[in-house]
């Protein structure tokens, strides 16, 4: 049998878990002439969620990660390149003619690939303008596109009012719907809630939580009550350990589900997993804590064994740091992707939190 968990690509059809209620309200939001901000951490599932809903749509999609451009040239090449991957070339080759200032246009001879190339003596602002508006121009002839811009947050490290240039010209589009997804919580609620910001309020707010243990239970025991007796034990444990976040929680199934088919079921087998994925990532641990400095591994080591009061005084003195030290710690690990906040600080990944565990137990 296939094995139905699928963690590290998007996950679509039957590896997609849930979320029904989700995509019902993206669906609704996209069928309007709204925009979305998505915001949730890393690995939560939404760019799976959103290429499901907008698979769905059958409307032309532009998808761009900001974390993978340069600058603001670079950013309306590569959005160009989405467009000829979803138009006809003779078609857009005439409507950018009539761009203000013409790009150069070129098929790569090897990968049949578009090249482009814009004149780099003028503000690269006015490119990007260009690309946008012929989006736009775009929907009024056919299906209203969908534009995606994943990792938003990083728009602010392109260029000084960019943000504020690039809401100036999308205002006024009718045609298109704007999807900006984000990982970093603070950063996208500073471009979006701020009321001094070009972009407050300027498309419905969808912040994406883990999915709830009763459907992610009901998800896992399905499968493994194929395979084995003991299902409900091992769907009660492995949620236990990954407190139902949607990558981990589907990379450990994957594993257990691999040993399971073999027949090799045993009490321990979530503990056997999990110290076989801790040591297969031992490496990319070491890596990672050496980055961080000492507030930030006091403060992870506080955390990892579920320290409550992290930022009491008592905990502040034992630690040697002050109370505001510690909080610019929590800050920091939590812009990284390190730590995530629900109604508490906690370990994005469960296998780091139980790498530094057992690091510590053994130091």
């Not at 989700?22 to 890393?42: D, F, T, W, Y």
Request: proline share 3%.
């Amino acid at each position: 049998m296939t094995n139905p968990f699928k963690f590290g690509t998007i996950v679509s059809e039957d590896f997609f878990t849930n979320r029904q209620v989700e995509c019902q309200k993206l669906s609704q939001i996209i069928a309007s002439s709204n925009h979305v901000i998505m915001i949730a951490p890393r690995r939560f599932g939404k760019t799976s969620l959103v290429n499901k809903v907008v698979t769905q749509t059958k409307r032309p999609v532009l998808w761009l990660d900001l974390q993978l451009i340069t600058n603001v040239s670079d950013f309306a090449i590569q959005l160009m390149k989405q467009l000829f991957k979803k138009y006809p070339f003779e078609r857009l080759k005439f409507l950018i003619s009539h761009f203000r200032i013409v790009p150069s246009l070129s098929i790569h001879p090897i990968t049949n690939n578009v090249e482009i190339a814009f004149e780099p003596r003028v503000d690269s602002f006015v490119h990007l303008e260009d690309v946008l508006n012929l989006i736009e121009k775009l929907g009024e002839e056919r299906a209203r596109p969908i534009v995606v811009f994943d990792e938003f947050q990083e728009l602010i490290s392109l260029e000084k009012s960019l943000d504020k240039r690039l809401r100036s010209v999308i205002q006024f589009h009718k045609n298109i719907n704007y999807l900006f997804l984000g990982s970093a919580e603070s950063l996208m609620k500073q471009i979006f809630e701020n009321k001094k910001s070009p972009f407050y309020h300027f498309g419905q707010l969808f912040t994406l939580d883990k999915i709830p243990y009763h459907d992610f239970y009901n998800f896992l025991i399905t499968h493994f009550e194929v395979l084995s007796d003991n299902a409900n034990e091992i769907t009660e444990k492995i949620l236990e350990f990954s407190n139902c976040h949607p990558y981990y929680t589907q990379q450990l199934a994957f594993h257990i589900w691999l040993t399971l088919e073999h027949g090799n079921y045993s009490d321990d087998i979530i503990e056997t997993i999990v110290d076989y994925i801790i040591l297969l990532h031992n490496n990319d641990f070491e890596r990672l804590w050496n980055t961080f400095n000492n507030t930030d591994k006091r403060v992870l080591i506080e955390i990892a064994f579920e320290q409550t009061n992290l930022l009491s005084t008592s905990v502040s003195y034992k630690n040697g740091s002050s109370t505001s030290t510690i909080y610019s710690a929590l800050k920091r690990l939590t812009e990284k992707g390190i730590l995530i906040k629900t109604d508490k600080y906690e370990i994005d990944d469960p296998f780091f939190k139980n790498w530094i565990i057992k690091k510590r137990s053994t130091s």
